[in-house]
């Protein structure tokens, strides 16, 4: 009976995925983010609008829904497309109403079809009532640090500076980087070059905006400590569970961008159904919620919590959604591949990846060392052929893209227990090169020759492992994922041989250390070895020596380049 029901399953998924070509209609919004919008207090007129339309075949059948009381969603009828965009579009209507709204607010709004690939969507919406720049700020920087907060007011202004004490410190940064005084999206910036610990004063003059209530001076004020500063994340945070479901764990993470040890002490919860404490020997805070009792609706809670951090409590907001209990669903984008979990990314076959969504799993967390097709009840399915699968849960599931999936526009479907999921697509081509970074950090994944990993101290990383920086002269073994199929290949699934013939990677593989830029001037080395590491499913390793031209620092950028597609940049320390 169970192969019965997992051929069965196979024939659905093929056919399911075969509905494209039927006339399967596929989702497109013209942005995904709307904001952040500056809004007047009690606003009961304030829109702005999203445009969907059609990337397939078929008609469009949209569904729309929010996840606030302040915002309401509209579809309108079919007109011609905004320049550049060509054919007819979709209007989404988002109406604010800032009545009893106070400060900044983040919601959003879900766009579904059940016929559509690459559906549901959401759009995030922010708003800012009475403007988005505080009367005053404070920064917190540790000794010879920096530290920015970000603003988008209503329009572009002017900004000047001014500082009353402690020097040239203060200053705004626009966009993308470089120091300018016309600029719409734009940081405010401190820097502590020289300045001992203490306080000082500056101020933050903008002009120009379209709302009146940004124009106006911040007073800035810089302080400069030797303590712990703590950065929650994320904030805000939505969930989304079935009615009836025990939720799992989630967690908020407490980074400490200032110096000494940062420990989390006393944590709330504001609502009943929501609990929360600081999980041992981590910088994490546990979430747990009771649920399963609440009808369906949008729910919320506050975490809090206090510790040895100076930069005052945190307080994250938590929206929780409770839907009617369906399929397994994949977030849009949320297909990337396991090495460093980039977004709108192509894949190649062979490649680790990690699905991201909503109901993949209704059971608790499973694994499997072996990689099988299925595993607990769960399929996942890349343009119909049954992937190989290493975790899953109720959001995640670790899977290999099949070796025989074709270069171009691929299917991504899970099949729970029977019932078919949405339909993603992802962009599949044969080598796409990614360095494993170390979670949370911008540095590789990489072994010196004595089992130590090159990262430096001022990194502040926790690990099991020893640190030190590599040295010219070195052996360097850095793991990376996605280099396609090769020789001999691999089934999908398997461990990569552990005696020679090994699986080595052919072509050209090159290892560049440095700037690697355009302008810049790497070093570039040659491999000794680039291949599946043995007895590993889809774990790829370059082996290489530094030479003794090489860069040295803390933060030494590496890339590596093969058969012409380039892998992402990451950081190692080199004394």
Known sequence: MRVQTFSLRFVLVTAALGAVAWGAPKLRLSTATVGPVSIAASSTNATQIVEAFNAGDGVLNLRLSSTAAWLTPQLGTARACTPPRTGNCLPITMSINSTGVTGTQTALVTVSDPNAWDAPQTITVTIQVGGALPDSLVLHVPPGGRAERAFTPAAAVRTTTNTTSGGGWLSVVADGGGTFSFSRTFSVAAQASTQPDGTYNGTVAVSGSTFAGENKTMNVQMVVTRQPIAVASPTPMFLKYPRGFTPPKSYISVANTG?????????????????????????????????????????????????????????????????????????????????????????????????????????????????????????????????????????????????????????????????????????????????????????????????????????????????????????????????????????????????????????????????????????????????????????????????????????????????????????????
Do not use: C, K
């Not at 159904?273 to 999980?279: D, I, T």
């Not at 390793?541 to 031209?549: A, D, R, S």
């Open 259 to 575: 110096q000494g040890n940062l420990t989390i002490g006393a944590v709330t919860a504001s609502a009943s159904w929501s609990r929360a404490a600081a999980l041992a020997g981590t910088r994490l805070i546990e979430i747990t919620l009771d649920t399963a009792a609440l009808a369906e609706g949008t729910y919320t809670t506050t975490i809090g919590a206090t510790g040895n951090w100076v930069n005052g409590a945190i307080s994250v907001p938590v929206t929780v959604e409770i839907v009617a209990p369906g399929g397994p669903q994949i977030s849009f984008g949320g297909v990337v591949n396991n090495a460093n979990f980039a977004a709108a990314e192509p894949l190649a076959p062979g490649g680790l990846a990690v699905l991201f969504g909503n109901q993949l799993s209704l059971r608790a967390a499973a694994t499997d060392v072996t990689w099988p097709a299925g595993l607990d009840g769960i399929g996942v399915y890349v343009n119909g052929a049954a992937a190989p699968l290493y975790y899953t849960s109720f959001g995640q599931i670790n899977f290999q893209i099949p070796y025989s999936t074709t270069v171009g526009e691929a299917s991504v479907v899970v099949v729970r227990d029977g019932v078919i999921g949405n339909v993603n697509t992802v962009n599949i081509q044969a080598n796409v090169p990614r360095i494993m970074v170390w979670p949370g950090l911008d540095y590789g994944i990489i072994v010196n020759n004595d089992g130590s990993i090159p990262v430096p101290a001022s990194a502040n990383f926790v690990s099991v492992f020893p640190q030190r920086p590599a040295r010219p002269g070195d052996f360097l073994v850095a793991y990376v994922l996605g280099m396609g199929q090769t020789s001999p290949p691999v089934s999908s699934g398997a461990p990569a041989p552990a005696a020679e013939p090994l699986a080595r990677v052919g072509g050209n593989t090159v290892v560049r250390i440095g700037d690697t830029t355009v302008i810049g001037r790497p070093i570039d080395v040659t491999p000794l070895f680039v291949g599946l590491t043995p007895t590993f499913v889809g774990l790829y390793q370059v082996n290489f020596q530094l030479p003794p031209t090489t860069p040295r620092g803390e933060r030494v950028r590496l890339r590596i380049d093969s058969n012409g597609a380039s892998s992402n940049s990451v950081f190692l320390a080199i004394q």
